[in-house]
């Protein structure tokens, strides 16, 4: 049976908007318990240790909405997830989505995590999701080499970022205890990373299943799928969702909860949105119907080739536009064709 791509659309809009609005998600449910909180101030997401709440005044018109006419609204978002600590690449960004936000529609383009890239100011290369491991520490800059090399590679200049440290979902489901998340099918992944760069087997059968923090990121990031990161895209959607769902049960008085539900976020979420602006996207995406979002990942057989390459004084199998290495021209041709259908 083939699945509905309505269906299939309306999963990757819900994903999109948990994503955009996870690090609204705790003020999200306590406002819509007590209205009074966290209005009318403007909270922004911190980087690092420094992580905070920092009230300011309330914004303008202009900043609580960008855009005056829906009609005309456009903006590229890169949405980016690495697995954290406790890996042995933490902060690889293993998950690389471009998503551009046009008019009644979404675009969703998929960045091979492999591909090969000239590091930004550097005669060196690496693959595309160390980009951002070169560079977590240059505070105020650490996305500044991903986002150039996604532009350079897309052509589409990149509106704002959103980076989830995927432990940060670790950590919410263990706080209310677990989540449960209807498995659509058995998966049975023999290749899941494991310690010391080993691999081990990830197993979880088909029907209902209540998933502690560990295993709900197990099924989070398992790449056991024929499609790839839009299969990964349902699967952390599907989290997401039964995570809204708890949040949204808490009741005014679980204060302490929302405390540690909203520290967890702050911490590990860096993003140049302010919660207002998460926020108001949220509410412009979250209506646009399913068969309005056009999928693709870029590794289509026309566009990039796979083989050897020396990094680091290892062999790694690596990504590489078919034009050659740093020549992005198709691949960008490719975008533009699509977006402009």
């Known amino acids: 049976m083939e ?23 705790a003020c999200f449910a306590f406002a819509a318990e007590i209205k009074t909180f966290f209005t009318p101030h403007s909270i922004e997401i911190k980087n690092n240790k420094e992580a905070q709440a920092q009230q300011v005044s309330e914004p303008k018109a202009l900043d609580l909405w960008p855009f005056n006419n829906n009609s005309t609204l456009t903006a590229n978002f890169l949405l980016l997830g690495a697995p954290g600590q406790g890996n042995d690449a933490p902060d690889l960004t293993d998950t690389i989505l471009l998503a551009r936000l046009d008019k009644n529609k ?17 005669e060196n ?23 150039q090399k996604t532009q350079d590679i897309t052509g589409l200049t990149i509106d704002h970022y959103i980076f989830v440290d995927l432990q940060t979902v670790r950590q919410l489901v263990d706080i209310f205890g677990g989540v449960n998340v209807l498995v659509a099918k ?36 398992s790449r ?11 699967r952390q959607q599907e989290v997401l969702q039964a995570l809204k769902q708890k949040v949204l049960a808490l009741h005014f008085w679980d204060i302490g909860k929302f405390l540690e539900i909203y520290n967890t976020l702050s911490s590990n979420i860096k993003s140049d949105l302010s919660l207002w602006q998460m926020k108001n996207y949220w509410q412009a995406i979250k209506d646009i119907p399913g068969e309005n979002v056009i999928k693709n990942e870029l590794d289509n057989e026309n566009l990039i080739t796979t ?30 064709e699509i977006i402009n259908k």
Request: hydrophobic share 40%.
């Open 224 to 234: 056991h799928s024929a499609a790839g990161d839009f299969d990964r895209v349902v």
């Open 307 to 336: 083989g050897p390459m020396t990094l680091g004084n290892q062999i790694a199998s690596v990504v590489k536009p078919k034009a050659g290495i740093e020549n992005y021209e198709a691949i960008k041709k490719y975008i533009n």
């Open 186 to 221: 058995d998966i049975i992944d023999e290749s899941f990373p494991g310690p010391n760069h080993s691999f081990e087997t990830f197993k979880i059968l088909a029907g209902w299943r209540y998933l502690n923090g560990e295993t709900a990121l197990k099924y989070m990031r």
């Open 106 to 122: 979404i675009y969703l383009f998929s960045l091979p995590r492999d591909l090969i890239v000239k590091i930004p100011g550097s």
């Open 3 to 25: 699945p509905d791509k309505k269906s299939s659309g309306r999963r990757i809009i819900v994903f999109f908007c948990l994503f955009l609005a996870l690090g609204f998600l």
């Open 125 to 147: 290369y690496t693959k595309l999701n160390a980009l951002y491991a070169f560079n977590k520490n240059n505070t105020g800059q650490e996305f500044a080499a991903l986002i």
